[in-house]
């Protein structure tokens, strides 16, 4: 019986990995950004590594990870070359708040919007924040999931492993 658990479990696990490793490359998803331009997830055309990271207006975690890589985006650009898309999941209810906060905050990365959750289901993201980094070639290279004070250290050093501009 412990043999049949065991092997059970071993299985599960490695199901579970398996289908967390199939996403390698960012899929092709129309969203919209701010000024409603359609925006194809796959061909995003940045040079250089692009970190995605979805939040929502009303998750508070999102809103301090995103605030805290604003006050450092400019050095991560200026030295490695970095690109990060906020993706907002606000629903129709929520995503006139998007703006809103945006400009409030004067973020200078782009925003764009997935009010269907079509992208966030096919990155499998359950729950906000969730960020991943994506290299040139549009291999995503690295996921994180939730946010603590100091995840955005983590992240960089994660974006210096691909190089600078």
């Known amino acids: 019986m412990k043999t049949i658990i065991f092997s059970s479990f071993l299985f599960l696990a490695f ?6 490793s199939d996403l390698k490359q960012l899929p092709s998803i129309n969203l919209v950004d ?3 331009k359609k925006v194809n997830t796959a061909a995003l055309g940045y ?3 692009v970190v995605i990271s979805f939040w929502a207006t ?6 301090k990870e995103l605030n805290t890589i604003h006050e450092l985006y400019s050095d991560w650009q200026a ?6 898309v906020a993706v907002s999941i606000d629903d129709e209810k929520t ?13 200078d990365f782009a925003v764009l919007l997935d009010p269907n959750g079509d992208f966030k289901r096919a990155m499998g993201v359950n729950n906000v924040p969730h960020t991943f980094l994506v290299d040139a070639e549009g291999n995503i290279v690295y996921s994180h999931n939730n946010y603590n004070p100091g995840d955005e250290e983590k992240l ?6 691909l190089g600078a501009k």
């Open 15 to 20: 199901a579970f990995n398996a289908q967390e």
């Open 34 to 36: 701010l000024k409603g």
């Open 47 to 49: 040079k250089g590594p």
């Open 58 to 63: 009303w998750c508070s975690p999102c809103k």
């Open 79 to 84: 030295e490695t070359g970095v690109t990060l």
């Open 95 to 107: 995503k006139n708040s998007v703006s809103t906060y945006v400009n409030g905050r004067a973020w």
């Open 156 to 161: 960089y050093e994660e974006i210096k492993k």
